[in-house]
């Protein structure tokens, strides 16, 4: 499975961004796909995860990002709105089914204050 995380960029506070993370194959029965960020000279986080069932957030996301599942085009997304400066990071989509885990390259969300 190869995924591909793109959408981030330079926004200021208050702000939205979504990034996307196409997947070389079918999500549709990939159990778990998740959002991670690491910021400099921090441990890598868990942000958001969608599973086949439910979704679950990072307390200091709630209610500012949704994730989601775009099935027909393979596409995990994340829109991040309200942006603040400590949500910058590099973003890392992940895919879990079985034994098997997946990550994509990352991509850069950098908000300015």
């Known amino acids: 499975v190869q995924l591909q995380a793109s959408g981030g960029g330079l926004v200021q506070a208050g702000g939205s961004l979504r990034l996307s993370c196409a997947a070389s194959?079918?999500?549709?029965?990939?159990?778990?796909m998740s959002w991670y960020r690491q910021a400099p000279g921090k441990q890598r986080e868990l942000v958001a995860t969608?599973?086949?069932?439910?979704?679950t957030y990072a307390d200091s996301v709630k209610g500012r990002f949704t994730i989601s599942r775009d099935n027909a085009r393979n596409t995990l997304y994340l829109q991040m709105n309200n942006l603040k400066p400590d949500d910058t990071a590099v973003y890392y989509c992940?895919?879990?089914?079985?034994?098997?885990?997946?990550w994509g390259q990352g991509t850069q969300v950098t908000v300015s204050s």
């Open positions: 969608s599973t086949t069932r439910s979704t």
């Open positions: 194959v079918s999500i549709f029965n990939i159990y778990a």
């Open positions: 992940n895919s879990q089914s079985g034994p098997r885990e997946y």
